[in-house]
């Protein structure tokens, strides 16, 4: 009776790591088709060389020199660069195409970045150019937030005037 029992513990250990197995396979696969599209051959990746970040691509040939203070990843042909504690954007050439004038700036989504300065906020296409200034306290955690899901003509609902008070 004993040795049924060992047995019976031994089998659910072993289904419990070919379980385990199975999904860190499963997780493996996610994570590396994950951003595939972001590794193309001609894809640039930030790189840090004696204390500032270039661009390099999957070779590791440097093809933007290192004279950034903070850089990030391509996202719809646009890096976000840092140069002192101000942010901007660059091309894929290396060309600064959105000036580093920024204190915080995040990643393009939809054709648009969010960029700012203390409390102050907009959005800026491609070029710089605002197309939804907004001059209200940041709102965090709006990831993939479009301005054009808002606008600030859209209509709005009524007010409704405060109850009174009850006696």
Not at 133 to 162: D, L, N, T
Request: aromatic share 12%.
């Amino acid at each position: 009776m004993v040795q049924g029992w060992c047995g019976g513990v031994a089998e659910m250990e072993r289904r419990r790591w070919i379980w385990v197995l199975a999904a860190m396979l499963i997780i493996w696969g996610w994570t590396m088709g994950a951003g595939a599209e972001e590794r193309a051959p001609d894809a640039l990746y930030p790189v840090l060389v004696d204390g500032k970040f270039g661009f390099a691509d999957v070779q590791g040939t440097l093809v933007i020199p290192a004279q950034f203070d903070g850089a990030r990843n391509f996202v719809e042909g646009r890096a976000c660069v840092a140069r002192g504690k101000r942010w901007g954007y660059i091309d894929t050439a290396g060309r600064l195409v959105i000036p580093t004038k920024y204190e915080w700036a995040f990643d393009f989504a939809q054709g648009t970045a969010r960029v700012g300065s203390g409390l102050k906020s907009a959005y800026v296409d491609h070029s710089g150019k605002p197309v939804w200034p907004q001059a209200a306290r940041v709102a965090e955690g709006f990831e993939g937030f479009s301005p054009e899901a808002v606008s600030p003509s859209a209509p709005r609902a009524p007010r409704i005037a405060p109850m009174a008070a009850a006696r």
